[in-house]
Nanobody
């Protein structure tokens, strides 16, 4: 079965950076739509960034200019580079393949706090 494994979360101060990784098995990230979502307690999971099979990229307005989604086809891994982090970016971040009804990783906690 398809597996997505996130890593790279942690505690960072406001203005800092983190890079999340999503290692995929049994799918090829180059040809599947992939994305990053995040969720905070009591709120719905929201889209952060996504990359289509054709390479088209979309970002949530709240992260435009600060976050960058990318993929390394050789490593079959997707990334989310997060810069200029804000306390409101604090959430559990999930890797996804195939949209809301698709496959999810286990999530990785990102905490932005001084």
């Amino acid at each position: 079965q398809v597996q997505l494994v996130e890593s790279g979360g942690g505690l960072v101060r406001p203005g800092g950076s983190l890079r999340l990784s999503c290692a995929a098995s049994r799918i090829i990230v180059r040809i599947y739509p992939m994305g990053w979502f995040r969720q905070t307690p009591g709120k719905q999971r929201e889209l952060v960034a996504r990359i289509s099979s054709g390479g088209g990229i979309n970002y949530a307005d709240s992260v435009k200019g600060r976050f960058t989604i990318s993929r390394d086809n050789a490593k079959n891994t997707m990334y989310l580079q997060m810069n200029s982090l804000k306390p409101e970016d604090t959430a559990v971040y999930y890797c996804n393949s195939g949209g809301m009804a698709g496959t999810w990783g286990q999530g990785t906690q990102v905490t932005v706090s001084s």
